[in-house]
């Protein structure tokens, strides 16, 4: 059975044998032609026999089109010696071997074969007959009826390389599309995780410190163990939460749960508090005005506050830490910082959690620098504008 493509690719050949056959049809007709006062061949054989050939070789013209117009040229040149007319009719064939010419090689094998033909027809023509009866249809009738197919072959190789660059820019944009969706797709898998790090990490923390915290005073003080042991419930009870509002983002749009708030410095009371229950004592220090920060950005803050306060409960020696918010009209600088002895992770740039700090202060358009202090502890200082600089759809979800 013949395919669809099959059948695409023997329509141009179909077409060529067609074309062939008007052209064998032209020639024939061309070779009857005389004009009244001027001698022509007692016979059409030759021109017609010449013509067969031209049209034989102008199968392959789209494949070979140097060799077929070198041959076509020399059956022209044959039959336009032996006295027949240079009319259109009669350089049919050729015309249609410069048209391929014209259309599928370079511009040297175009300037080269197509003026030498037209030098050698005119020649012939004028060597033939060298009186000035029908001068010009020997002469210029030729150069004009061989100079169309040249100019319609080279209009279509312009419109042919045009058509590619068109389709060449279409999958070049398809595929830029393709990588930006596959990096968007990144980014995403990037911030979830950002943000399932964040969350795990600080409530998990903070419940190992209440944990142990209340399993040292339960024989001594079963009260407080008791207190720390129910503040822990809740401490479990919101990461749980938060998880399931991050998780959320993964949803289908038709999921009938709506989702929590972002979480911000409003918040930073609370987060706060989850702190102290775990033995860390912290300090807030507000410098300025307070001033209203976009979704990015608020989210943004919490986030490294929240970061560098889980660290400081696993790693101070002194189980104290201080934040302070410093506004100013355009950016708002956060330092969380503890005096006593510190241990930075030991992973290259900080960890993870350092690193996802990072992370979200570039993305909109701040910077952080975490690192030991030079009288002892550890200190995590950011400057972040009040409205993200960076353009981030998803940056505000928890």
């Not at 300090?283 to 001033?291: A, I, K, L, S």
């Not at 920060?293 to 803050?301: F, M, Y």
């Amino acid at each position: 059975m013949t395919t669809r493509s099959e059948r695409r690719r023997a329509r141009p050949h179909v077409m060529d044998v067609l074309t062939v056959l008007a052209l064998l049809g032209c020639a024939t007709f061309g070779a009857s032609l005389s004009i009244p006062g001027t001698s022509r061949p007692s016979s059409d054989t030759p021109a017609v026999v010449l013509a067969a050939v031209s049209c034989l070789a102008l199968l392959t013209a789209r494949d070979h089109p140097r060799s077929v117009v070198l041959v076509v040229a020399a059956c022209t040149i044959a039959t336009l010696t032996q006295g027949y007319l240079p009319t259109p009719l009669t350089l049919a064939p050729l015309m249609m071997a410069l048209y391929w010419v014209a259309a599928r090689t370079d511009a040297t094998s175009r300037r080269v074969l197509g003026v030498g033909t037209m030098v050698l027809v005119v020649a012939t023509a004028l060597i033939d007959r060298p009186t000035t009866d029908m001068l010009l249809l020997r002469s210029v009738g030729p150069v004009l009826w061989l100079l169309l197919p040249m100019v319609g072959g080279r209009n279509a190789r312009l419109r042919s390389a045009y058509l590619e660059s068109v389709q060449a820019r279409a999958v070049h944009a398809e595929r830029t599309r393709e990588e930006e969706a596959r990096l968007r797709v990144a980014e995403e898998r990037m911030r979830i995780a950002r943000e399932l790090h964040d969350v795990v990490a600080h409530h998990m923390a903070v419940a190992n410190a209440q944990a142990g915290t209340a399993r040292h005073l339960a024989p001594t003080q079963p009260e407080q163990a008791q207190k720390i042991l129910d503040e822990l419930t809740a401490t479990t009870s919101s990461a749980l939460l938060e998880l399931r509002a991050t998780v959320g983002v993964l949803r289908q749009a038709d999921d009938a749960d709506s989702l929590d708030p972002a979480p911000g410095l409003h918040r930073l009371p609370e987060l706060i508090a989850v702190c102290e229950s775990a033995g860390l004592t912290v300090t807030v220090t507000t410098e300025g005005e307070p001033r209203p920060l976009s979704p990015g950005v608020d989210l943004t803050a919490y986030r490294i506050i929240q970061e560098a306060l889980t660290n400081a409960t696993k790693h101070a020696s002194d189980h104290e830490a201080r934040v302070r918010l410093a506004y100013s009209d355009s950016r708002l600088l956060i330092t969380v910082a503890n005096e006593g002895a510190a241990t930075a992770p030991a992973l290259p740039g900080g960890g993870f959690g350092l690193m996802g700090m990072r992370e979200r202060a570039h993305s909109v358009g701040g910077h952080l620098r975490a690192g030991p202090r030079p009288e002892g502890g550890f200190e995590v200082t950011t400057a972040l504008p009040l409205h993200s600089q960076v353009t981030d759809e998803h940056e505000a979800t928890p």
